[in-house]
């Protein structure tokens, strides 16, 4: 994807041109990074703490998954461990894709059902919509800047 140099003259305050432009290439990162960072403190709360276990029994078990707590383990290393690789733009595309997968289950599945709003009771599916936008967006177009993707020289 080619970068469009900012157009001075379509700013309300001119000046302002070269800071966009310095800034610019770093737009994506920054929201890779902090949506990967997000996800970290999810994934601690169900490796180390109470959570796993509340979610396997409360949500998993009566929805009949088979070996619950192993299901709530798992989303909680790709919530701490693939946060952590988000974040920092290692294996984008497929980390990615494993939290559009998880998402969509959490938007349509768990909230949707609650109505939009994300600050009614239960919580409504736009937070996690969002959220799900924007992992198939990086599904799509894998890493750019600052990413270990990129060192690498590979992506798939």
């Not at 299901?71 to 952590?84: I, S």
């Not at 289950?105 to 599916?125: A, C, L």
Request: proline residues 6%; positive net charge.
């Amino acid at each position: 994807m080619a970068e469009q140099a900012i157009d001075e003259k379509r700013l309300f305050i001119p000046g302002l041109a070269s800071v966009y432009e310095a800034l610019s290439p770093y737009a994506e990162v920054l929201v890779r990074f902090t949506i990967g960072a997000l996800m970290m403190p999810h994934g601690y709360g169900k490796l180390f703490g109470p959570v796993a276990n509340g979610l396997a029994t409360r949500v998993f078990t009566p929805w009949g998954l088979p070996a619950p707590l192993t299901v709530a383990y798992a989303l909680g290393v790709l919530e701490f461990v693939g946060g952590a690789c988000l974040a920092l733009g290692f294996l984008t595309r497929p980390i990615a894709a494993l939290f559009a997968i998880e998402f969509v289950v959490i938007t349509f599945v768990v909230h949707f059902k609650n109505g939009f709003g994300f600050s009614v009771q239960g919580g409504g599916y736009e937070y996690p919509l969002l959220v799900l936008v924007l992992m198939i967006a990086f599904a799509i177009r894998g890493s750019t800047r600052c990413a270990i993707d990129r060192l690498t020289g590979k992506q798939f």
